[in-house]
């Protein structure tokens, strides 16, 4: 039996990563038996999701990549998409990189992903080149969000923004209330649906139901984080009732 140590740079007021990830991961062990996890998690400070606090949380991401560093994780993932994109188009590239080298000058070598980055790498993967999207954020965050995944290359067709600031709050929205959300959604014509454009609003139980619901690929960052996770780890990327990108379906850019 193989165990693999996961770790997570989260916000202090996040509570859905550490749920949504040990979720996905412990649902494979009846396919995999020979697989186990461990998650580990380290904390930046962030309460209100506003650019400021973004901005002041991402500075400390590199004290956390340290942390989890010094036990030795298998892989590691900055798990606060808005705080990535808040920071300009592209930065998930430097952050990756900053943090890679943090990682590395404390004598370790240990992949290094994101959320940002594993939400454009897999639509890019899966040749997903026109979306249509649902965040919590107020809506110039969530219009951040948007020219973010354009300037990748991949148009947002249509999105919602349920316009909750507190980070705290948004762990508690009710991922039922996503199944009604995503039916005001414009998402005629769209290659893939992402029903949770944030990591800390909760989406899981509703992801599969939703998919079915409209009959296209529906995903969400944290579905994106874990399937690059696997990739990263060298394992079937296959998770039971996440959506097309956890089916162990091939990318079909």
Do not use: W
């Not at 798990?79 to 808040?86: D, E, G, N």
């Not at 990682?103 to 997903?128: C, H, M, Q, W």
């Not at 996503?178 to 989406?203: F, T, W, Y």
């Amino acid at each position: 039996m193989k165990t693999y140590r996961i770790g997570q740079i989260v916000p202090s007021s996040n509570t859905t990563m550490e749920t949504e990830i040990p979720a996905m991961l412990q649902a494979r062990y009846a396919e995999f038996p020979e697989e186990r996890f461990t998650f580990h998690s380290s904390r930046m400070r962030m309460m209100q999701v506003t650019p400021e606090e973004l901005k002041a949380m991402d500075i400390a991401s590199d004290r956390c990549a340290v942390e989890l560093a010094d036990a030795r994780m298998n892989v590691m993932a900055y798990a606060c998409l808005v705080a990535i994109m808040a920071q300009g188009d592209g930065y998930h590239r430097a952050s990756q990189a900053r943090l890679q080298n943090t990682v590395k000058e404390n004598g370790v070598e240990i992949p290094v992903l994101s959320s940002a980055g594993a939400l454009v790498d897999t639509l890019k993967e899966f040749g997903y080149k026109k979306v249509s999207i649902i965040t919590p954020y107020m809506k110039p965050l969530t219009k951040r969000v948007a020219d973010y995944i354009e300037a990748e290359g991949i148009e947002v067709q249509d999105s919602i923004s349920l316009e909750v600031s507190d980070n705290l709050e948004v762990g508690l929205l009710n991922p039922e209330n996503l199944l009604e959300h995503v039916k005001r959604l414009n998402h005629d014509g769209v290659d893939a649906v992402i029903l949770s454009a944030c990591v800390q609003m909760p989406s899981l139980p509703a992801i599969q139901r939703a998919q079915d619901q409209i009959g296209k690929p529906v995903l969400s960052a944290a579905v994106c984080t874990v399937y690059q996770m696997l990739k990263t780890l060298g394992l079937e990327t296959r998770v039971p009732n996440a959506g097309h990108i956890l089916s162990g379906a091939k990318p079909q850019a």
